[in-house]
């Protein structure tokens, strides 16, 4: 495992889902708040909870637990938050179980990065905070990844429906 | 006694009355024999007038009790016995009054003869005619005839009289043994019932205590329900209390509940605070020290609102186990004060029948002694009716003496009589007879 420079002065916002720690770095935050009424979206990948109006903006909201791979039931619990990124196009969210602190870690560079498993692009480390394993998330990895399983099933599910018109 | 001298007195005074009649039919002067005749005949009224008034008053006693069937008919056994023997006295008596009557009669001829020969103013009887002799004779003969049937029946009534006046002293014996038995049997009575008196008594005095006991009881027992019913009323706003105590207590929760939510939004925007200054950079460090501090109060407001949550919880939980302790006792009351009420139902019929009780007791004791106060008046008249039965049996003593002295006066008018008719039936050779054949001369001087 490769020690990550760290000079102390970068925070990360530590969260909970599904009994499972995170850590993203604080300047990829743009804010946490209460769950908000989403809208589900037809036809999505279950990646895409819905569209949600927060702040006078429009926002996407992505599972974790699916992107993460985590087996789940539903995202219907109230008490969720929705932990609010800066995207390209605008703000963008993921809903998480409970926000933790927003803490320094001491971050250390997992080995599985480098894996052809497109999860582990999006993990950039691990730390530890309060006896628990951080796994850090890159905003960036995590914001692509999600667009490419989106792109990946509406593009499928256009080309279902263009074969279905073929036919 | 005194019956028997006033007897011998009238017989002397019969002798004497008719002494004098014959010696004024047989003197030679007329005007002493006018005088003879008229002694005579005022001293054999005078003792006869004088013997009805003797005999007056028995006569009188005598017809009242014959008077007197209901007496009779009420009367004991011995008593109308006495009545019966008194009734037939009393028809003795009347055939004596009646035979005496005829005996009057025979004197009254005997009377009206002397003054024919006095009119004649013969010399001596011897001399005169036969026709005079005959009609003495005649006169005689009826005289001894009339007066010999008197005595008979005379002699029979005196006797009959004797056997019931004898029957009567035995009556009147087995009366005053009869009484005395019956005072006894009375008296045992009295006793018994001076007895049953006392324990009536006794009776009263305890069934009073027993109903002012029970009416103490039942005042306590009265009290004791209102004293229930206090408490049932007092546990009645108590659980109403405690109602109103947890509806606060789930306000209060609410209340807490929104503190924590306020808390909890706090404790968010603190977070997004820190993240803006994390943004800001250096610019916003000094922030950041104000958002984390922010965030830790409202980290510590969260801990309390969970510990105030607990609390409350747990106030809320005892006061839903107290809310339904308080219903439970609520019931129990109602259940103790139902079963309290039917008792005092129950006891105020036990003290009714107390009452009645010493009220029906209070009858008896009032019975018991008037019952008693009777017996002793029944004992009182026993021994009066002894008393007069004594006397009784002393009169009818007296009767049986005086009876038994008629007999003996009838055997000596009896032997009388006979002389007379012997005299009669001598026609030719007829002379007075001596002195010493009178039918009363025997008779004792005391007499």
Known sequence: MEQLNFDGSERFCVFQCHNQWYGISALDVQGVSPRPAIRNVPNSDPVLCGISHLHNNFVPVVSLRALAQINYEHDSNSQQQLLTLPGPPGPWGILIDQVISLAPLEVSISSFSNANDQWSKVLSGSASYRNQVVQILDAKALYQYAGSMLERFWHNSVSADAELLVT | ?447
Not at chain 2, 92 to 117: H, P, Y
Not at chain 2, 240 to 261: D, M, N
């Open chain 2, 1 to 447: 006694m005194r019956t028997y001298l006033s007897i011998a007195t009238s017989n002397l005074i019969c002798i004497v009355a008719g002494s004098l009649l014959c010696y004024g039919s047989i003197t030679e002067t007329p005007a002493v024999g006018t005088g003879c005749l008229i002694a005579g005949a005022l001293l054999l009224v005078g003792c006869f007038g004088w013997l009805l008034l003797k005999f007056q008053p028995a006569m009188q006693w005598l017809t009242q009790v014959a008077k007197s069937p209901e007496q009779v008919d009420s009367a004991p056994a011995g008593a109308a016995e006495i009545i019966a023997i008194g009734q037939r006295f009393l028809r003795v008596s009347s055939d004596s009054i009646r035979a005496n009557a005829d005996a009057s009669l025979e004197l009254d001829a005997i009377r009206k003869f002397v003054a024919s020969v006095n009119r004649r103013n013969s010399v001596r009887i011897a001399d005169q005619s036969g026709s005079t002799l005959n009609q003495l004779k005649d006169v005689f003969e009826s005289l001894s005839r009339t007066l010999g049937e008197d005595v008979k029946q005379t002699l029979t009534s005196g006797k009959e009289l004797q056997r019931n006046t004898e029957k009567l002293v035995g009556g009147v014996e087995q009366q005053s043994q009869a009484i005395t038995s019956t005072t006894s049997l009375v008296n045992k009575v009295a006793t018994q019932i001076e007895q049953v008196y006392q324990n009536v008594k006794a009776a009263v005095s305890s069934s009073g205590i027993v109903r002012d006991h029970s009416d103490q009881s039942l005042n306590r027992f009265g009290t004791l329900i209102d004293h229930m019913k206090k408490v049932r009323n007092d546990s009645s706003v108590r659980e109403r209390k405690l109602s109103v105590l947890g509806q606060h207590t789930r306000e209060i929760g609410s209340i807490v509940e929104t503190i924590g939510t306020i808390s909890s939004r706090t404790d968010m925007l603190a977070l997004n605070a820190s993240i803006e200054s994390v943004r800001a950079g250096e610019h916003g460090r000094g922030f950041a020290v104000v958002a984390e501090e922010v965030r830790t109060l409202a980290e510590q407001s969260a801990q309390a609102v969970l510990d105030i949550t607990a609390r409350i919880e747990s106030i809320q939980l005892e006061t839903r186990q107290t809310v339904a302790g308080a219903s439970d006792e609520h019931k129990q009351l109602d259940e103790v004060l139902q079963l309290a009420t039917e008792t005092l139902d129950e006891l105020k019929e036990i003290n009714d029948a107390a009452s009645q009780s010493a009220n029906s007791v209070n009858d008896i004791s009032y019975a018991t002694q008037k019952q008693l106060v009777l017996t002793q008046e029944i004992v009182e008249s026993l021994a009066s009716n002894n008393e007069v039965s004594k006397g009784n049996r002393g009169v009818a003593e007296g009767v049986l003496w005086t009876a038994r002295n008629l007999g003996d006066v009838g055997n000596r008018m009896d032997d009388a009589v006979s002389i007379l008719k012997r005299q009669a039936n001598a026609n030719t050779n007829y002379s007075f007879p001596a002195s010493s054949d009178l039918p009363f001369a025997d008779r004792p001087a005391n007499a």
